[in-house]
């Protein structure tokens, strides 16, 4: 009786997997309906992957394995990688059909229907996936001019569309995709203060910059980067710049754990005797106006795009790249703000700062003029990346390297959450057990957490995140890691006066 050796993945966690052997006869292999050989495939998930839900069985191509009699004809060959799925979609690459899998026969209902949609890689292979932001990302693929769907190993869902992803299109830009908070990224300072600073000095420090910064006029900090051109930009706002906001936006303090490329840590002037300084936010409530403004614009909705080429569409882009600038101008001001109350505003040098929540417009070779949307993706065609874990895990600076095509000139922007905020939330204790409050303001690591507001303590605790360990891992056929950094001191928020 032949047999087959089949490896079983899971599809949503893909290092999980197990070597089968499957006999197979005749009466296992009929196409009726009871399916025996898949059944047992099944059963096989269960009890060796811990799927007690599994659903559906994928090729490594995306293709569904329906029928029990490619087991035999060769159309799944020995050895082959069978991905198991809860009901999610397929985790990994589907080429738009090319003709062999078309000779083969074996396109169901659910491929031809892909042949209209765009290509959709998951970089995930040592990253949790969950299943809901594989179904948001299928849709997407879907959408008007779509070319290229790329899920991030920090691939999690959102609200309607997933974070963590980019998105390459032909002709039109999504508003929706990108969200409210245009422009949103990470910046990335050295400190001219000393590595051995006792966090408990920053936390002792770090008052006052909540609210509107009343140390100077934030309209002229403005311009003074960006020029009189924008001495309108984001005015309505501008008690808000230089604000972190809240969320998962922070001010945080690392310091070199590991030199992991000397070399290039030379050459940016990286050592290890310096304290550096990462800030995350965006655009506050300029972005949340101009997202408005374009739905007001858009009589079918932000969610069916808008042609870039129209009245419409510039309208949107003028106002993005505006909210953009002025995101960039508030990681600066925090960064001056934060250093101030250390006495180290003056000496500190900005080594990077990225947007991760933007759409531009880049020449692809092969697909031509696109429009690169990114929903919480790094690009990777600009340097230096900062890709921070939690305030309880490690971060790590990488340089991208290589092709990156298949990654859509993109990368994780973080660990992405592993539980959505309401689940975290579920962890804090009653009023009565301060105890476990002042504990989540210390780490594993040992830095300190300014936090005031015990809620979002507890929804963006270090356990809300995945392992960046394994997204850094995901990552490493586009990146090269060249320093890790370990959190010192994270400033969330003070219950200090607020705009
Ligand atoms: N080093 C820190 N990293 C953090 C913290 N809170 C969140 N994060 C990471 O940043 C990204 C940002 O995600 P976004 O979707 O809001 O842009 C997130 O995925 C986490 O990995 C922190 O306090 N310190
Ligand atoms: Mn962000």
Redesign the pocket.
């Known amino acids: 009786m032949p047999s087959i050796r089949l490896t079983l993945v899971n599809n949503a966690k893909q290092t999980q997997r197990s070597g089968v052997i499957l006999k197979l006869d005749d009466s296992t292999l009929s196409d009726s309906v009871d399916n025996t050989i898949l059944q047992e495939i099944f059963t096989l998930a269960k009890n060796k992957l811990r799927l007690k839900k599994a659903k559906t069985l994928f090729l490594t191509n995306g293709v569904e394995l329906t029928d029990p009699r490619w087991l035999l004809d060769g159309r799944v060959a020995q050895d082959s990688l069978i991905y198991v799925s809860c009901g999610e979609g397929f985790v990994g690459t589907i080429s738009k059909p090319a003709s062999s899998v078309a000779q083969s026969n074996i396109l169901d209902d659910q491929m031809t229907e892909r042949k209209e949609s765009a290509s959709i890689t998951v970089l995930a292979r040592s990253s949790y996936v969950d299943p809901e932001s594989i179904i948001q990302l299928n849709k997407t693929a879907l959408l008007p001019g779509m070319q290229q769907v790329i899920g991030q190993p ?1 691939l999690h869902p959102g609200n309607l569309y997933p ?2 992803a980019s998105f390459i299109t032909h002709k039109y830009i999504y508003p929706a995709l990108i969200g409210n ?1 245009i422009g ?1 990224g ?1 910046a990335f300072y050295k400190t001219k203060l000393s590595s051995n600073i006792k966090p408990q000095k920053i936390v002792d420090r770090l008052h006052g910059i909540e609210g509107r910064w009343q140390e100077g006029d934030p309209q002229s900090f403005l311009t003074s980067i960006l020029g009189p051109d924008h001495a309108q930009t984001g005015s309505a706002h501008s008690d808000q710049l230089g604000t972190v906001g809240g ?4 001010a ?1 303090f ?1 310091i070199i754990e590991k030199l992991v490329d000397q070399d290039l840590c030379a050459n940016f002037g990286l050592t290890e005797s310096h304290t550096y300084l ?1 800030v ?1 936010s965006g655009s506050r409530r300029f972005g949340q106006t101009v997202l408005e403004e374009a739905a007001s614009n858009m009589p079918g909705g932000t969610h069916k795009g808008i042609e870039a080429d129209s009245d419409v569409g510039r309208t949107y882009l003028e106002q993005h790249d505006r909210a953009c600038a002025w995101a960039r101008v508030n990681r600066e001001l925090i960064a001056h703000r934060v250093l101030s109350k250390l006495n180290s505003e003056e000496s500190a040098e900005k080594i990077l700062d990225i947007w ?2 933007n759409v531009e417009r880049k020449q692809i070779e092969g697909l031509g003029d696109c429009w690169v949307h990114r929903k ?1 993706a790094a690009p990777s065609d600009r340097g230096l990346v900062v890709i ?4 309880g ?1 490690h ?1 790590y600076l990488v340089m991208p390297q290589g092709s990156q095509n298949l990654n859509g000139f993109s990368l994780a ?5 592993l539980l959505p905020r309401a689940k975290a939330l579920q962890k804090r204790p009653q009023a009565s057990k301060s105890s476990a409050i002042t504990a989540m303001q210390t780490t594993d690591l040992g830095s300190s ?1 300014i936090c005031e507001d015990t809620n979002l303590l507890f929804e ?1 605790q270090p356990a809300a ?2 392992d ?1 360990s394994a997204v850094i891992t995901d990552l490493e056929p586009f990146v090269k890691v060249i320093a890790i950094l370990r ?1 010192i001191c ?1 400033y ?1 928020m003070r219950k200090e006066e607020r705009s």
Not at 388 to 391: D, L, N, T
């Open positions: 920090d974070i963590g908070d949103c990470m969320g998962n936006h922070f945080e690392v990462i995350h991760h929540n919480g921070p874990g939690s305030r895990h971060s922007h973080g660990a992405g959450r957490v963006e995140y995945k960046i959190p994270t969330k």
